[in-house]
């Protein structure tokens, strides 16, 4: 249960630090050119371009977890096609070196006074901010969560703690209903929560369990998938494999003593309907992060107000916004990250000559929809929904290349390229061509 409880956290702890930076704790007063509020891939990636652009000694970086994880490959983690371990590194060994590491908890943004204070009581002073702090998990929006994850059957993939609770449940099924939930909010990867039901759907039929199998997708969203020329291929496929998908129906409890999810229609609201599981997967409840959200900085409904063309902030031009934080209207994705990361370096890079940033984000974002053990959909789109494909294929239909670049090649670009500031760009799969995967 203890570790239940630090759901609600990002990361866990545990990992010495390493001798290839510096770290910091509580001092009276610290001052940089260039500070970075968290280490995530947004946060890791721009805090070694700006490296590049201030000098390592004039960039700082706050982040209290002791560990950095590849998110996307938490699917496969979920369906045991990866193990959790390769999905993880110490944040010591992904932190540009030279770059001050900041180990401590943001609790407060002035943006006024261009001031950040730490949980510890550091107060840090800065001429420009990154902010890059990802989003909140809310499985306590849910009844019974998240103690329900204490008993069996039950997982999500969206939490270090949980990913193997998943891949557990599905190991462990016999017979009856899988159930496969989607939260009315927005989502990180809002592909994921059919993902893992595609995969789960594999494995049964793997071992030979699928007859006895009821896979049934709760959905609060009135689509399948947000882009139309994707969501057809998905429909197909759905009939194909015989699962059941219900529209606008948003989970609310689970009994995780009983085995029951109930889950309440969207359109008719106080309706609710209880279904038995023999398998749960939760995708939590999500929010802007609380203290972007408790700051200047936030738009209304609490996410970081910026730009949608070149990523500074609305009202303050000295502050600039990357990743999961944002209100930026497209899809949050580690491929968003990625696309913006050289948007965004361009952008800061203007500003530092007071100029006028040149460059425009088109709301670039992708999805590999996975739809087995070997086969992926690559969805890629604008802020329009607009396909913006790199590939000279057709990607709505499954491709085993595709697999194999989710499962295989991103973690390689992602540890090797991303986070070093070296790869990203407006269409970041782009560079795979160049690699020879055609």
Not at 46 to 61: H, T
Not at 95 to 105: A, D, E, L, R
Not at 408 to 431: C, N, T
Request: proline content about 6%.
């Amino acid at each position: 249960m203890a570790a239940l409880r630090r759901l609600r956290q990002c990361h866990p702890t545990g990992i010495p630090l390493s001798q290839f930076h510096t770290s910091s704790h509580a001092s009276a007063k610290q001052h940089y050119k260039m500070l970075v509020l968290g280490g995530g891939s947004g946060g890791i990636s721009m805090s070694a371009r700006m490296k590049r652009m201030f000098g390592a000694g004039n960039v700082a970086v706050v982040e209290p977890s002791e560990m950095h994880f590849y998110q996307p490959i938490w699917t496969l983690v979920g369906a045991g096609a990866k193990t959790l371990t390769s999905s993880g590194r110490s944040t010591a060994s992904v932190m540009p070196s030279g770059v001050k590491w900041v180990k401590s908890k943001v609790q407060e943004i002035n943006p006024d006074k261009n001031t950040v204070l730490t949980d510890d009581g550091t107060e840090i002073s800065y001429e420009y901010l990154i902010v890059a702090l990802g989003l909140q998990l809310h499985f306590e929006k849910i009844k019974g969560l998240p103690e329900g994850f204490d008993h069996p059957k039950i997982g999500s993939n969206y939490s270090v703690e949980t990913v193997g609770k998943t891949w557990k449940a599905l190991q462990d099924f016999k017979e009856g209903n899988a159930v496969f939930t989607f939260p009315n909010t927005p989502v990180k990867c809002a592909g994921a929560p059919q993902k893992i039901m595609y995969l789960t759907d594999a494995y049964l039929r793997k071992t030979g369990k699928r007859a006895k199998a009821n896979i049934i997708y709760n959905t609060s969203l009135p689509v399948l998938f947000g882009i139309k020329k994707y969501a057809d291929s998905l429909w197909e496929i759905v009939k194909q494999r015989d699962l059941q998908i219900n529209m606008r129906q948003n989970l609310i409890e689970v009994r995780a003593d009983k085995q029951e999810a109930v889950f309440e229609n969207l359109d008719k609201p106080g309706e609710t309907k209880v279904f038995q599981y023999e398998m749960l997967h939760v995708t939590p409840p999500m929010g802007p992060n609380l203290v972007v959200k408790g700051s200047q900085l936030a738009d209304e409904v609490g996410w970081l107000d910026i730009s949608k063309d070149n990523l500074q902030h609305n009202r303050y031009p000295n502050v600039f916004g990357i990743g999961d934080c944002t209100n930026l209207p497209t899809a949050k994705t580690g491929a968003a990250v990625a696309a913006q990361s050289a948007i965004l370096n361009r952008t800061i890079s203007r500003v530092l000559k007071n100029e006028k940033p040149d460059r425009t984000y088109d709301g670039y974002t992708s999805c590999p929809l996975v739809t087995s053990y070997n086969t992926v959909i690559l969805a890629e789109f604008d802020y329009n929904g607009q396909p913006l494909e790199t590939f000279p294929v057709n990607q709505a239909k499954e491709s085993r290349i595709m697999y194999h670049m989710k499962a295989d090649v991103m973690p390689h670009l992602y540890w090797h390229g991303l986070l070093r500031g070296l790869w990203g760009g407006p269409a970041p799969y782009r560079k795979l061509l160049h690699l020879g995967m055609k």
